[in-house]
């Protein structure tokens, strides 16, 4: 059973930078991605970003594509999140989400319900 667990949320204004970090623990197999998605007050679970466990190959949603990054360290098992250029619309609890195995096309996996183990969340908050 893989635990996740978030942490760097926070209030921030607009145009501010953020970074979280999600730490990996429990895990004996390697997962094939680890990914952030994020729910807004009143809206649906939506995908971030995505970074592969091997090559280090990344995906992002077009919201967030040249203002956030993606990246992981394998040897702590724990995968990053930098985020610029906030925006009050970015408000949102962050989640990280493990995924065992590629979905057919991309590989990387973008529905909530594709992920196989989650982290509790970590909110961010941006003012505008």
């Known amino acids: 059973q893989v635990q996740l667990l978030e942490s760097g949320g926070g209030l921030v204004q607009a145009g501010d930078s953020l970074t979280l970090s999600c730490v990996a623990s429990?895990?004996?197999?390697?997962?094939?991605?680890t990914g952030w998605l994020r729910q807004a007050p009143g809206k649906e679970r939506e995908f971030v970003a995505a970074i592969k466990w091997g090559g280090g190959g990344t995906y992002y949603s077009d919201s967030v594509k040249g203002r956030f990054t993606i990246s992981r360290d394998n040897a702590k098992d724990t995968v990053y999140l930098h985020m610029d250029s906030l925006r009050p619309e970015d408000t949102a609890v962050y989640y990280c989400?493990?995924?065992?195995?590629?979905?057919?096309?991309?590989?990387?996996?973008?529905?909530?319900?594709?992920?196989?183990?989650w982290g509790q969340g970590t909110r961010v908050t941006v003012s505008s």
């Open positions: 989400a493990d995924q065992l195995t590629p979905v057919t096309g991309r590989g990387y996996a973008t529905g909530w319900n594709q992920y196989d183990y």
């Open positions: 429990g895990r004996t197999l390697r997962s094939f991605a």
